[in-house]
């Protein structure tokens, strides 16, 4: 069974930083694209970041310039590097991965969420 674990979230003032992190256990045979999403406070899921497996990038206009997606393979782990916070990042930050396991199909999975507020 294949599973995502988020770390990382907490309070932070306004033009702080925060790292999350997102690992995959289980049985694992692959990672396809890693994404970042957030749910704000009365607001619908949105993705904040996605990376392939080659690297490739791609932000919301809202967090580019400020957050930075990477991926460790080896691993099984992405991270979102989030600087310059604003209180609008206020959110639930959620881990999204396409992933093959050792045996079954190719799914995507969630993590269960890790609360990120910004304060002034």
């Known amino acids: 069974q294949v599973q995502l674990l988020e770390s990382g979230g907490g309070l932070a003032q306004e033009g702080g930083s925060l790292e999350l992190s997102c690992v995959a256990s289980?049985?694992?045979?692959?990672?396809?694209?890693m994404s970042w999403y957030r749910q704000g406070p009365g607001q619908q899921r949105e993705l904040v970041a996605a990376?392939?497996?080659?690297?490739?990038?791609n932000y919301a206009n809202s967090v580019r310039g400020r957050f930075t997606i990477s991926r460790d393979n080896a691993r099984n782990t992405t991270y979102l590097q989030m600087r310059a916070l604003k209180t609008e990042d206020t959110a639930v930050y959620y881990c999204?991965?396409?992933?093959?396991?050792?045996?079954?199909?190719?799914?995507?999975?969630w993590g269960q969420g890790t609360q990120v507020t910004v304060s002034l």
């Open positions: 990376i392939n497996p080659n690297g490739r990038t």
């Open positions: 289980g049985s694992v045979y692959a990672m396809n694209a």
């Open positions: 999204q991965a396409e992933i093959a396991p050792r045996m079954g199909p190719i799914l995507d999975y």
